[in-house]
């Protein structure tokens, strides 16, 4: 069974622009949620995602924005990105809402310049 | 609100010797927790979690971690260390009013030969 996958593995942009990531979920997981990792920060929640819908939210601005899609596959969006936005999203997987056993991918590794 | 705290960011140990990695918790209900190993380069793997029943939880790799209630402890051990089992360690505890782990700031522990 392959896992969760997560497009690009890396990723550098300026000041201003805008980012997608991708994240493919483990067959037959229908929630995804998405972290933000720094090494001052930890990991930080973002959004989690479930039958295409919204479940949950982290204390990030509006910039920092989601979506799921009917065969369970993600994207996370980061407009006018700022030095600050630098760091690894992880995106997570599980077979329910709610579920905390969770399967992570790689990561997207966003530098911003 | 629940918090989580991991004693030490850095831990060091030389190989065969005893891992201790420290985790204390705050939760006004009974909480469910989790260990989540992140190897280098990699995204973060369930090592054991505990919700119910024995406190005494077994995982993967020769891991295991005690609930201890009067002390709010969830500590992770493994009696003998390996050059392998270097990779920065998580305690998380889930809330349970929305489904959202909240995360310790992360361990790494370091394997000396």
């Known amino acids: 069974k392959a896992g969760v996958t997560q497009t690009p593995r890396y990723l550098i942009k300026t000041r201003g622009q805008q980012v997608t990531l991708s994240c493919s979920p483990i067959s037959g997981h229908r929630s995804v949620s998405w972290y933000q990792q720094t090494p001052g920060q930890g990991l930080q929640f973002l959004f989690e995602?479930?039958?295409?819908?919204?479940?949950n939210k982290g204390n990030f601005p509006g910039r920092f924005s989601g979506r799921q899609f009917s065969n369970s596959r993600s994207e996370m969006n980061v407009s006018t990105l700022e030095l600050g936005d630098s760091a690894l999203y992880l995106c997570a997987s599980s077979l329910d809402q709610g579920d905390e056993k969770l399967f992570f991918g790689s990561g997207t590794q966003l530098s911003v310049l | 609100a629940q918090s989580v705290t991991q004693l030490g960011s850095h831990v060091s140990v030389s190989e065969g010797a005893l891992v201790l990695l420290r985790c204390n918790y705050s939760s006004s209900v009974p909480p469910y927790l989790f260990w989540y190993v992140q190897y280098p380069n990699q995204g973060l793997q369930l090592l054991l979690k505990y919700t119910t029943g024995a406190t005494l939880v077994k995982g993967i790799n020769g891991f295991e971690a005690e609930f201890k209630k009067s002390e709010t402890s969830f500590h992770l051990t493994k009696p003998s260390a390996h050059m392998s089992d270097a990779a920065e360690y998580f305690c998380a505890v889930s809330d349970r009013s929305n489904y959202q782990l909240i995360w310790g700031a992360g361990t790494k522990l370091i394997i000396k030969p």
């Open positions: 995602y479930f039958s295409e819908t919204q479940r």
